[in-house]
């Protein structure tokens, strides 16, 4: 029983959080389509927003799945439900990690994809890819771990400016 | 299985400005407890530990049988909760919240539920951002009582709504008081309201003081005064009074002898 109310919790929050991940993984789409055009410009442009949009994506994330919720008072409503506060701990660190890595995995694998599909792979490239697309993830564990243990605005503020100072 | 809703045994907190201390709390099943007190006298505090939401300093808490807040998930099937504080989900529709419900408790009530949309005249396509502060709190209280809960726990129900929406409320609230399957416990500031539901016997008061309680107060579904009253006045909820007394409102500390607070003052009947 304990476990459906958790599954229930975790898909609430997919429910809360869909637009927010729509429209990161259409920015970083869209940057990925930017980087076929032959264009110089369009191709700095691309890298820029690729990665704006990971870093937008995990900096946001916590903020408005941990931090709101006891902001804007929704916590009552939540513990009134069957479930302890060690479940409610569980399912939203389940729910963060995967609003985050799914649209992550899925714009890191599209991205790799395309780099590979090139005929002159530069050397070097691949652990490159692996540290910039590891940066966004490092970044976003920080952020979401300060949130949820400190549930404070400040905190994760904090937190986001210093991984973004890297 | 125990005969009692809720228990409180020698219950405590401690805050650094705050204490709650060796609170006892009884209320049978069936039974309607009211906790009144003004603000800051400990009575969302104490909810709160009865809902296994803060954990008590000391003192054990049974609700439903159930050991809080050990038991607290295996309690809250059976606890419809409603705080002034509970915010819904501002961006979601009421029928979003509803099904939201519905899809966690099993006795969820789907016609119950369209009968409360009525009479509270709400809409279930309408978002909560759209809705007024009355119609939130009808909203709340809808998604707690199409649950059917064998007990009901409200913190400030009214508070802040206009007269209309609180009378709407409390008609509501009445026709589950009558019910006496089930048991009721709410706070309030506001005894008039509440004194007006037309409950009978089943309803009892308990005086909650902001002043830190110097004594055991001893609440067993009765009523009780932690105040140390002066013997020549006898306010409505002690049980040694032999009139009903009308009050006005909650003085906002005990009586003095220079300058005495309550609105109707009784005189203890001469003895000898």
């Known amino acids: ?166 | 299985m125990s005969d009692l809703a809720i228990e409180l045994h020698g219950v405590g907190k401690h805050y650094p400005f705050f204490r709650l201390d060796r609170i006892d709390l009884q209320v049978p099943h069936g039974q309607i407890m009211g906790l009144i007190g003004p603000n800051g006298a400990g009575k969302s505090t104490t909810i709160r530990i009865l809902m296994g939401l803060v954990q008590q300093d000391c003192g054990e808490v049974r609700v439903l049988g159930r050991r809080m807040p050990a038991e607290q998930i295996a309690a809250k099937w059976d606890i419809g909760f409603a705080s002034e504080d509970m915010r819904l989900y501002e961006g979601m529709t009421l029928a979003w919240h509803m099904n939201f419900i519905r899809s966690i408790y099993p006795n969820w009530d789907a016609p119950y539920a369209q009968l409360l949309l009525k009479r509270f005249g709400l809409r279930a396509v309408q978002t909560i951002k759209g809705l007024s502060h009355g119609q939130r709190v009808k909203a709340t209280l809808l998604l707690v009582l199409a649950r059917r809960p064998r007990l009901l726990v409200l913190d400030e129900p009214t508070t802040g709504l206009d007269p209309v929406a609180r009378h709407e409320i409390l008609k509501e609230l009445t026709a589950v008081m009558t019910d006496e399957g089930r048991s009721v416990l709410f706070s309030s500031h506001n005894t008039r309201t509440w004194n007006r539901s037309p409950t009978g016997s089943r309803l009892s008061t308990a005086a909650a003081s902001s002043t830190p309680w110097t004594r055991k107060p001893t609440w067993t579904g009765g009523v009780a005064c932690v105040w140390k009253c002066r013997p020549e006045w006898r306010c409505r909820l002690c049980p040694a009074s032999s009139e009903s007394a009308r009050t006005d409102g909650w003085p906002s500390s005990p009586p003095t002898p220079s300058r005495p607070r309550w609105p109707t003052p009784m005189r203890a009947p001469a003895r000898g």
């Open chain 1, 1 to 166: 029983m304990s476990s459906r109310v958790i599954q229930t919790l975790i898909l609430k929050d997919w429910r809360l959080q869909r637009t927010q991940i729509l429209i990161s993984v259409a920015a970083g789409g869209l940057a990925l389509a930017l980087l076929q055009l032959k264009s110089e410009t369009a191709f700095l442009v691309g890298t820029v927003w690729f990665f704006v949009s990971l870093i937008a994506l995990g900096s946001m994330l916590p903020v408005s799945n941990v931090i709101n919720e006891r902001k804007k008072q929704n916590l009552p409503f939540l513990m009134s439900l069957p479930i302890s506060a060690l479940q409610y701990a569980i399912s939203k660190m389940a729910s963060t990690l995967g609003l985050f890595l799914l649209p992550w995995g899925a714009l890191v694998i599209a991205a790799s994809t395309l780099v590979m599909n090139r005929g002159d792979i530069p050397k070097g490239i691949v652990p490159l890819m692996f540290i910039l697309f590891g940066l966004p993830l490092v970044g976003f564990c920080l952020i979401a771990a300060t949130a949820l243990v400190s549930e404070s605005e400040g905190w994760a503020i904090a937190a986001t400016i210093l991984c973004n100072s890297w």
